[in-house]
């Protein structure tokens, strides 16, 4: 129990440090991308509103000359001046001046060799005002990542060209990359880490649980053992002075006598409950296995309570095979059936019904036993449903108390289908009655 807790405190912070690690990285990546690239983007931005400025009348003339492509230097003065400063700070930058027809009629280039494949790019492309983007291509086998922007000229609705430029921006691109795999080699260290020092804290924390925890269940452990025995003898005395003044007491006294059996008895039973979960806590109690017919044990069980439904004026059915062979604890199968016939019985009114059906679920190695304890009570609702099986839980309090319930039956079931690997689930609707179904593995011997 307190190892799936710390498991869960463990993994909760885990999840937690995930989280703000994933948050950190795209935070970063994000902030780090926008400061690496914009004076790269300012650049482009600048590059492009000046040669659209140089250029507009070239596109406009484009019919009447075509003066070419230079490869790093241009015809014009101001063209190599403005190519030398972008050659100083980019590896790689062009612009190219097209017509209507998507021909370069002009332009500046650094790797002439990427041209056709630039000017495929930009074919059909109209970009918007202040529009960048990242492109990538490959030079000698390797990536190349390009910045490009571009501005049209209109003359009306009628498309006449435009001026399309670009920058390499590969050694930012590799920049970011490698920082970015730091950070994420960082993040999963620090998630490692955080994952040891998560189980770290969480056992910290479940240390004083788990001390209070054992002195409790100690304590219930050792109350339960000592209050058995003069449990015993009360209700032993009580037995013989009944006997012995039936005929000399008054109706009064001996009403006494029966109210205080009926407590005993109910204590007897509450000891008994206490001792069997502390103990189980403690993992003292091993299942006994045995081979045995489930049939007959319920089919036992289901005589025995004949009489109690009777007395409480309650219809009983019992459905089981003639014969169904299995590998459990039989002595806890018993009490499993006991608790949920009880259970039933407690929350069905006189006239209702208590069924108990026994059947066999599955095939080879996936074959079951299926236990169904339906009743025609007053039923649990959805709210009530979730904790039905928790101690001491119990849905109407002073109903239980009179009916001599002590709110651990249905906890002691739970454990005794899950300690045979099994599963127990309850249907249950208001006023209508209940349906609890239990599956356990049919192991082999």
Known sequence: MFKKTRNRLTILFTGLMILFLLSFILTSYFLLSFMIYEDSRANVRGLVAEEFNDHAKDIINAGNYHKGISAGRN?????????????????????????????????????????GSIVKEVQGWRPKQDEISLKTFTVDGNPMYIMMAGRSLYAGNRYQGGVYVGVDVTEQHQALKRTVTILTMVAVAFLFISSLLGLYMSDRAMQPIMRSFTRQREFVDNASH???????????????????????????????????????????????????????????????????????????????????????KQHFAYEAPDELIVYADRERVIQLLYILLDNASKYTPEGGSVTLRVSEQGKEKNRKVRIDVIDTGVGISLENKARIF???????????????????????????????KGSIQLDSMLGKGSVFTVLLPIKET
């Open 75 to 115: 015809h014009d003065h101001d063209d190599e001046v403005k190519a030398s400063i972008y050659y100083k700070k980019y590896r790689y930058f062009f612009y190219y001046v097209v017509d209507a027809n998507g021909k370069v009629i002009k332009g500046d280039e650094g790797l002439p060799q990427l041209r």
């Open 226 to 312: 000592e209050l058995r025995t003069p449990l015993t003898i009360l209700q032993s005395s009580l037995e013989v002075l009944e006997t012995e003044e039936k005929g000399k007491a008054s109706e009064f006294s001996l009403q006494v006598m029966d109210d205080m059996k009926d407590e005993l008895k109910w204590m007897t039973r509450l000891v008994g409950y206490l001792l069997t979960l502390a103990r189980a806590d403690s993992g003292v109690i091993e299942l006994a296995y045995e081979s045995f017919d489930a049939a007959a044990v319920a089919q036992q069980t289901a005589r025995s309570f004949e009489t109690l439904l009777a007395k409480r």
């Open 390 to 420: 928790d101690r001491f839980y119990r849905v109407d309090k002073g109903r239980s108390r009179e009916m001599g319930g002590t709110g651990l039956g249905l906890s002691i079931a739970s454990w005794i289908v899950k300690a045979h």
